[in-house]
């Protein structure tokens, strides 16, 4: 922030009118509106137009600057300044369409657009909460606040600039109250917590089906890997990340009745980091796939996409080696028609489909083993037209022999093998030698059930292999690395006929309610009264009793009782119904359906759900018959073997799907404990799936059930961080004279001497027994500022140091050699320039918000140099410039003079009245478009840079042979050395022409003043007086010092603890436009700092 107004500063001395009475930041002690006084909480903020420094009150809208002045998204600008931004805004016809407005940094709360934080709310009840994401709604804020809690509507809608790149970057380096709720910013925390705490992150998202969980989760992993690095292995790792969506997504989801891309699997994914914070590896776990959906879909929905994808994507080479006949459709399959949808809005499966093969080039899925998947895929929907019927003794065979003979040449078996398998069933009777072994035909029920037992079968294993190979593409021997999770699971789900897979849905479901409560509800009050911290307790309803109910051993719970009936032979969904009534009819969540229904109703904490028990038993036992499995493994082809490696014939009782999914979830539950949790609630607002249609009842009930009411409850009473002792006095030690560079007493004390000495209310802290708690986020966002701008000031100090003093090759002294080599014997010298010292940074780039923030639209560009400079129009005018080196491009920026307010058009003003300037692009030249560079051979300052394809640009540079040095460190650009050059010039607009030729001549003279000259059309000219000879060498002197050892009097923690080295940037002194850890405030910072960029406070130059 600060930057900006030293930026206005420097403004002002480049126009030639260095203010006198110029103030620096930090000798400003009050509001310059109404001189309130500064303290640690009432902190200082810039006005982005003005450049001068106010208090909150008087600085709290927040606007989008015209494009022109160069800013990146909304700044904070002064009360007296909205009218002068709002008539330029309108005075350049920049009027925002409704529904077209960027995402904006959190402004001043109105009713219409309600409250980004709930916990704000005046009134505090349910239908306050629902009015407010009702408000927001309408509005197309989709993001609102719990405290940490990110809750989301899904709009199904797209919304303009909401995921945008730029929108992105606005919330790169920002704290949550910087900006207004997203999940990016939602990223953004857990990333920089990972940095800065060196602990593992979580983020559980939840919501009922449809309501927007796969796309959070796929936002997620899209900013993490946006803001990391760009390392090779990096890279890959990212893009392994990114391409397992539409990889997953194609195997994974499907159509239904409340989604159109809806997960029909859950998804635990840790991405690992290293201590850079860059992605090195990764594991995927996945939850009880929906495999049902295979073999039947209810009305209105569709299969897995993969199928859809595959009959529109599919080459006729391939459909040729396959044996399919013709180009096949999805009406043609059983296993698709039965429903009757095969096309979704928004949905094109040829698109997908090169998505999904692409993405498995990334997850190095070789060719062949990409034609063998599709071939498997094939290979289920031919089974699936694989008809029965039976003879007059009840014995089933093949009826239409045409998908028997398909469906065994794409497997590559034995026809007759194949119908053996389906219609017979192999029974072994009686132990050891005296056991028989019978294949008993089957009736047509029975083949039909084997039929459809190997396609979900098939496909389950097919999929299980797809998350192998994604694992293997991302594994990273790191195992002590830190992680971030991601959780995406089906939400939760009520239909028409909810079966045994709607009930192991819905019962994941509910653990992670528990979770959530556990953690959010109970954990926190429970952890207030262990401290002695005064509290009022706040009732909730712990759904344990309905968790206890389905999971339970003692008493037994469903899942154990199904396990019980599945475990005798005659055991069938009539017995397993009639024991859930004896075990629980009395049990207040769980209700029969009467005589003769063979169903039964669970209260569910997000409603009652009645269940058809009709297949209970048969889906958890999950049996695949041994004849199914040696077909498999009687394949010609490597592949389908490798699926089915199964021991036939084994007398151990098989693993039932019910006893899976409850040790999938007690191992998820055990990974997110092991992690620092965050929640996103996601709500569906209408079961339409329309877009602008909000179902007030229907979002009251989920609100209702995600316990959002409670949550707020606990939050605005509660305190939003604590911290034990020793770790808050080892991250924030650096914040106290008294607890810096050295402290021998215990945390406790020190705690107390960092918030006393920031100024901190004691009404917004609590002393625990072991911890601090406090209760405004704010307070340590504010903290981990001052934690910054002093960590930044020692960093900046010692890299500075090192650059000027220390080593044979310090950076300075290097580029002092290589730029008078590369001139020497080709130009003639200035006294003052052949002596002078560098320093590559006359424009403070390493604290210019401004000037970083427009380098970094075009990427992550370290700037290497930068100087002020004069470039000449077609009429030879200079005008004043700033000149950018980075290691891409040559940036030209324009420093304006801003008119005062009420001056009519052409009207003219007193340029020394003026103290308020403002920065814009007006050219970025790629090094590799530069086809070379012009400069006379006589003692002036002129550069001419001519482009590939482009008008060329002349620019008057003093500190010209530093940049040189610069330059060619970045890359090897030709500069020719001549008094005579020729270049084409851009002409002003409505000129016929848009380029000239110009000639430019260079002469010495005695009396010359180096200024350009218009002779006459296309002709320039330069007068020089003599300068030194071209042979000239300046006096180079190495600068050295001694670095003396001093040893910490205190121990470093490992966590939390600043780093006390700074290595020195690459190229020498440049700052990355956009770092790994950008400043709050801002973007950017030294590459080399230890810590980002101070919002504040300009380090001290030299050491």
């Given at each position: ?40 909480l ?40 909205v ?12 009027r925002r369409?409704p ?5 904006e ?48 509507v899904n ?9 945008s790149?730029?929108?992105l970057?606005?919330?790169?380096g ?48 899209q ?14 790792v ?15 989801n ?14 635990y994914m840790?991405i ?22 295979v ?19 599919i080459?006729?080479?391939?459909m ?15 296993y ?86 389906l ?5 072994t ?16 029920a ?25 694992n ?8 002590n ?7 995406d ?7 028409k006929?909810?079966g ?10 509910e ?16 952890e ?14 712990n ?11 003692r008493p ?5 009782l ?16 009639a024991?859930?009534?004896?075990q ?14 063979l ?26 018959y ?42 998820l ?67 106290s ?12 004390t ?21 911890k601090?708690?406090i ?45 008078n ?5 080709k ?19 390493k604290?210019?918000n401004?000037v ?9 560009e ?25 290691n ?13 307010p009420?001056?009519?058009k ?26 070379h ?49 020729s270049?084409?010039?851009k002409?002003p607009?409505g ?8 000639s ?12 350009v ?31 003396q ?24 002194g440049?700052a990355?436009?956009t ?13 080399g ?15």
């Open positions: 922030m600060a930057a900006n107004r030293r930026s206005a500063g420097l403004s002002m001395m480049l126009a030639g009118n260095l203010a006198d009475n110029w103030v620096p930041d930090e000798l400003v002690k009050a509001c310059e509106s109404c001189s309130l006084k500064f303290t640690f009432n902190r200082r903020h810039h006005c982005r137009f003005c450049g001068h420094i106010f208090c909150k009150k008087c600085s709290k809208t927040r606007v989008a600057l015209p494009d022109e002045y160069g800013y990146e998204g909304p700044q904070r600008v002064c009360f007296a300044c009218p002068i931004i709002e008539g330029r805004m309108r005075g350049t016809g920049k369409a529904g077209t407005k960027r995402v940094p959190r402004e001043r709360q109105t009713k219409d657009t309600g409250v980004d934080d709930m916990v704000m709310l005046s009134k505090i009840d349910e239908k306050s909460i629902v009015d407010n994401l009702k408000k927001r709604h309408g509005c197309n804020l989709i993001y609102t606040y719990i405290g940490h809690v990110l809750i989301s709009p199904f809608k797209p919304i303009p600039d909401l995921y790149q730029r929108t970057l606005d919330y790169r920002k704290y949550p109250y910087e900006m207004a709720p997203h999940v990016y910013a939602l990223a953004e925390t857990m990333h920089r917590l990972l940095m800065s705490e060196a602990e593992s992150q979580c983020v559980i998202i939840s919501g009922e089906s449809g309501a927007g969980k796969t796309e959070a989760s796929k936002l997620i992993m900013y993490i890997a946006a803001v990391s690095g760009r390392g090779e292995d990096v890279t890959r990212k893009d392994i990340i990114l391409d397992s969506n539409p990889l997953l997504e194609a195997f994974g499907a159509k239904t009745v409340r989604n159109n891309n809806s997960s029909r699997f859950g998804k840790e690992q980091f290293n201590a850079a914070g860059d992605p090195v590896g990764g594991r995927i776990n996945n939850y009880l796939l929906e495999k049902s959906r073999v039947y879909q209810h009305q209105d929905e569709r299969n897995f996409h993969i199928f859809y994808q595959l009959l529109s994507g080459s006729n080479d391939l040729d080696e396959y044996g399919v006949r013709g180009s096949p459709t999805p009406d043609q399959f059983h698709l028609n039965q429903s009757g949808c095969y096309r979704v809005d928004r949905i094109d499966d040829l698109n997908d489909f090169n998505d999904t093969v692409n993405a498995m080039d990334t997850m190095n899925i070789t060719t062949e083993e990409q034609k063998e998947i599709f071939r498997f895929c094939f290979a289920i929907l031919f089974l699936g037209n694989i008809e029965f019927n039976q003879n007059e003794k009840d014995e089933s065979f093949v009826s239409n022999q045409d998908a028997l003979q398909t469906f065994a040449h794409l497997i590559r078996v034995d026809p007759k093998a194949a119908e053996r398998s219609t017979h069933r192999t029974i009777t009686g132990m050891g030698g005296r056991g028989s072994v019978y294949a008993v035909p089957q009736p047509i029975g083949a039909m059930y084997s039929r459809d037992a190997l396609a979900k079968s098939m496909y389950s294993r097919l999929f299980d292999w797809i998350i192998a190979r994604v293997e593409s991302m594994f990273c021997e790191a195992y690395s830190i992680v971030i999770g991601v959780l699971i089906y939400g939760f789900e009520i239909f006929n909810n045994f897979e709607q009930f192991c849905i819905n019962y994941v479901n653990k992670l309610q528990q979770i959530f409560i556990e953690l959010t509800l109970k954990a926190e009050q429970d207030y009264e262990r401290e002695q911290i005064q509290w009022e307790h706040i009732d909730y309803f759904n344990k009793i309905c968790c206890d109910l389905i999971e339970g051993k037994m719970g469903i899942l154990t199904l396990d019980d009936v599945c475990n005798f032979p005659k055991g069938d969904d009539e017995k397993f119904l024991k859930m009534s004896d629980f009819a009395t049990h207040a969540h769980w209700t029969g359906a009467g005589a003769g229904a169903a039964f109703t669970i209260n569910h904490y997000a409603g009652d759900v009645m269940y058809n028990a009709e297949g209970f038993v048969d889906k958890n036992k999950d049996l695949l041994d004849d199914l499995v040696l077909l498999a493994q009687a394949s010609q082809s490597q592949f389908i073997q490798q699926l089915f490696p199964d021991e036939t014939g084994s007398k151990k009782r098989p693993t039932t799907a019910g006893h899976k999914i409850k040790s999938s979830i007690a191992e539950v055990k990974a997110l404990s092991k992690c620092s949790p965050h929640y996103v609630r996601c709500i569906k607002p209408n079961n339409n799936k329309a877009a602008d249609q909000f179902d007030y009842q229907l979002v009251e009930h989920q609100a209702r059930y995600l316990a959002l009411l409670e949550n707020v409850r606990v939050r605005r009473a509660g305190y939003a961080y604590r911290h034990p002792y020793e770790k808050f006095y080892f991250r924030y030690r650096v914040c004279k008294k607890t810096w560079p050295s402290w021998s007493g215990d945390a406790k020190a705690t107390e001497h960092i918030l006393n000495d920031s100024q901190i209310d004691p009404e917004l802290f609590r002393y625990g027994v072991s601090i708690f209760r405004q986020p704010e307070i340590v966002f504010m903290l981990e500022e001052k934690r910054e701008q002093a960590l930044y000031s020692y960093a900046v100090k010692i890299q500075e140091f090192f650059l000027v003093y220390i080593g044979a090759n310090n950076y300075f002294y290097q580029i002092r050699v290589e730029g080599e590369f001139v020497k014997g130009k003639e010298r200035r006294r003052k320039s052949l002596e002078r010292p560098y320093r590559v940074d006359y424009i403070e780039f604290e210019n401004i970083q923030s427009i380098v970094e639209r075009y990427g992550d370290c700037i290497e140099f930068g100087d002020n400079c004069l470039t000449f129009d077609s009429k030879a005018i200079p005008h004043r410039r700033v000149l950018v080196l980075t891409e491009a040559v940036y030209i920026l324009g420093v304006a003079p801003r008119k005062p009420g001056l009519k052409g009207e003219k003003f007193d340029i020394n009245m003026v103290n308020e300037f403002y920065y814009g692009l007006y050219r970025r030249i790629a090094l590799t478009d530069i086809q560079i012009s400069a006379s051979a006589l003692a002036d300052d002129y550069l001419v840079f001519h482009v590939i394809n482009q008008h060329a640009t002349v620019v008057e540079l003093r500190r010209k042979t530093e940049f040189f040095a610069v330059l060619q460190r970045q890359k090897a650009v030709t500069v020719n050395f001549g008094n005579s050059i270049f084409s010039c002409l607009k000129k016929k022409a848009a380029n000239q030729e110009v430019l001549q260079f002469s010495k003279s005695d009396g010359g003043d180096s200024k000259v218009l002779a006459g059309k296309g002709m320039w000219t330069v007068a020089v007086p003599s300068g030194m000879p071209p042979s000239s060498e300046p006096i180079i002197e190495q600068k050295k010092a001694t670095v050892k001093m040893q910490m009097t205190q121990a470093v923690s490992p966590r939390g603890a600043p780093s006390s080295t700074a290595s020195a940037p690459r190229g020498g440049g990355r436009a770092s790994p850890r950008p400043s709050p405030g801002g973007r950017g910072g030294g590459r700092a230890t810590s980002p960029r101070p919002t504040s406070q300009r380090p001290t130059r030299g050491g």
